[in-house]
């Protein structure tokens, strides 16, 4: 049975990742943030799971600013595989904590790096970079494609994604960057446009929001489906020889063509709730990412099966089908954290 140390499995992908490695028969260690309030939803069915056994999946606190939790942990699990999913993931953030964002998404990894060469570790590492490092650069982009980071966290991921390939180079470990288009899913955090919109639009059916606040619609994303997407991390690790992989669809639409699919699989017209807010723009945009993956289903045998319009067809009615479980069952909705305006107190500048 191998070992897997997985960071991040809290968030979207830390949890489908989680569930794809038990169903192979790993044993999976996670590390998740102290909090005053529990934040492991995502991960919370794989513990009720009766399939999941006593002691194959185990949670440790830990940060990914504290080097010494960081090594306690590597040092006692001693994983055969590590996938390093935690980071400050959300680009306008990065340019409210942008020191914060550099600490933890591009120093976090170094950190578990160094500690996996001085205790000769012998297992191997996922990095989770980012097609955002293309940033400025025209798609369609790929592993020759030059970065042109456009944010603090663009730029953290590029500093992360440089020093797992320095780490392989220079030390001769099993180091490989997964550069992952944009995926999504019904656990993709409500702050991320595509949640914010199927949330919403849900809502807006349910007569329980009026208007959903949203920046730049003209932006152009590769989205595809996060389950399809942890498949491929996995087969990276896998391989004979270490090597960087695009991740994408290869497909593309913007924002609101987004928004058309999703309000128009519950029956609405988005130019009737949608309103513009300048506090969702960003200093700087990324205009347009669109993946070519043709490496990845080459040597992988990876390729994406979900695009846009089924994607936003899948969320939606999961977001759907949690507020008529809410209401059944005769609890208020969740409140709009990041429907209506209310996450323009998280993204305020
Ligand atoms: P996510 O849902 O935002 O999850 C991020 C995870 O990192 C959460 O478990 C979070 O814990 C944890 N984390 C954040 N700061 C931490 C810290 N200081 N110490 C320890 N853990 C910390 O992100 P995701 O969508 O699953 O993405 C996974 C990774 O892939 C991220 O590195 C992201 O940047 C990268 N990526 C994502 C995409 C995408 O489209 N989803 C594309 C390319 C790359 P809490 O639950 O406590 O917040
Ligand atoms: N979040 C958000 N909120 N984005 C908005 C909004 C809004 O109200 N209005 C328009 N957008 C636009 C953004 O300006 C951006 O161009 C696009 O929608 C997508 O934004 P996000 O969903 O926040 O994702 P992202 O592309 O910036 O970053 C995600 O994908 C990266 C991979 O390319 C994140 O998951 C990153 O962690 C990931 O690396």
């Not at 790993?26 to 002691?55: C, K, M, N, W």
Request: glycine share 8%.
């Amino acid at each position: 049975m191998k070992t897997a140390l997985v960071t991040g499995i809290s968030g979207q992908d830390g949890s489908y990742l989680t569930e794809l490695l038990l169903a192979k028969g790993y044993e999976v260690h996670g590390i998740i943030r102290r909090s005053s309030s529990f934040g492991t939803q995502r991960i919370d069915h794989l513990y009720s799971d009766p399939v999941a056994e006593p002691g194959r999946l185990t949670l440790h606190y830990g940060d990914l600013t504290d080097g010494c939790r960081l090594a306690n942990l590597l040092s006692s699990i001693v994983p055969d595989e590590v996938y390093h999913l935690a980071a400050q993931s959300h680009v306008r953030v990065s340019f409210d904590e942008p020191v914060f964002t550099g600490d933890t998404t591009g120093l976090g990894t170094v950190r578990l790096l160094e500690t996996i060469r001085m205790v000769d570790l012998p297992c191997r590492f996922y990095q989770a970079s980012s097609s955002e490092m293309f940033g400025g650069t025209p798609p369609p982009q790929n592993e020759e494609s030059p970065f042109r980071p456009q944010s603090p966290y663009a730029a953290a991921k590029t500093y992360a994604y440089w020093v797992t390939r320095n780490y392989r180079e220079g030390y001769g470990m099993y180091a490989v960057n997964g550069i992952l288009f944009n995926h999504e899913s019904p656990r993709r955090g409500e702050t991320f446009v595509t949640r914010k919109i199927t949330r919403a639009a849900a809502r807006i059916r349910a007569g329980e929001q009026k208007a959903l606040y949203l920046g730049n619609l003209d932006a152009v994303r590769d989205w595809g489906y996060a389950p399809e997407y942890v498949e491929a991390m996995w087969l990276m690790m896998q391989q004979d020889e270490p090597e960087d992989y695009v991740v994408a669809t290869g497909t593309s639409c913007t924002v609101r063509d987004f928004l058309g699919y999703a309000f128009g699989a519950v029956g609405l017209d988005w130019r009737d709730h949608v309103r513009f807010d300048e506090r969702y723009l960003r200093p700087v945009e990324v205009n347009a990412l669109i993946g070519d993956s043709r490496k990845a289903a080459e040597k992988l045998g990876w390729t994406a099966r979900t695009h846009g319009e089924e994607l936003a067809r899948i969320m939606i009615e999961a977001d759907v089908r949690e507020l008529e479980l809410h209401r059944g069952a005769g609890i208020s909705p969740p409140l709009p954290r990041s429907g209506a305006h209310a996450d323009s107190q998280i993204v305020r500048h």
